[in-house]
């Protein structure tokens, strides 16, 4: 098991900056990838981006590309999403979330409680 205590939301006004965190804990070692999902008031949860946990392969959604980066620190357990330029379409609950193989949507079965961030205009 994993579980997985994410950080860092809050309110920040249109075009700033935000870093969300991921502390992992249990069973890290089995971790083969961390994603980060969204999901908005009546909308679906939607995945935002995605890292393999070696590091070597990271996928974003089109409507962060280049305004947001993956990354982990394997050290201590926990991966980060950095979200700059942020748009008020931003707004959302954030959720990471951990598999033990592959890094598609359905892979995830380790969710955190999530961590609101809300842009305003």
């Known amino acids: 098991q994993i579980q997985l205590v994410e950080s860092g939301g809050g309110l920040v006004q249109a075009g700033g900056s935000l870093r969300l965190s991921c502390a992992a804990s249990?069973?890290?070692?089995?971790?083969?990838?961390m994603a980060w999902f969204r999901q908005a008031p009546g909308k679906e949860r939607e995945i935002v981006s995605t890292?393999?946990?070696?590091?070597?392969?990271?996928y974003y959604a089109d409507s962060v590309k280049g305004r947001f980066t993956i990354s982990r620190e394997t050290a201590k357990n926990t991966g980060y999403l950095q979200m700059n330029n942020l748009k008020p379409e931003d707004t959302a609950v954030y959720y990471c979330?951990?598999?033990?193989?592959?890094?598609?949507?359905?892979?995830?079965?380790?969710w955190g409680q999530g961590t609101q961030v809300t842009v305003s205009s």
């Open positions: 890292i393999r946990w070696n590091g070597k392969s990271t």
């Open positions: 979330a951990a598999s033990y193989a592959g890094w598609s949507r359905g892979n995830y079965d380790f």
């Open positions: 249990g069973d890290t070692f089995s971790i083969y990838s």
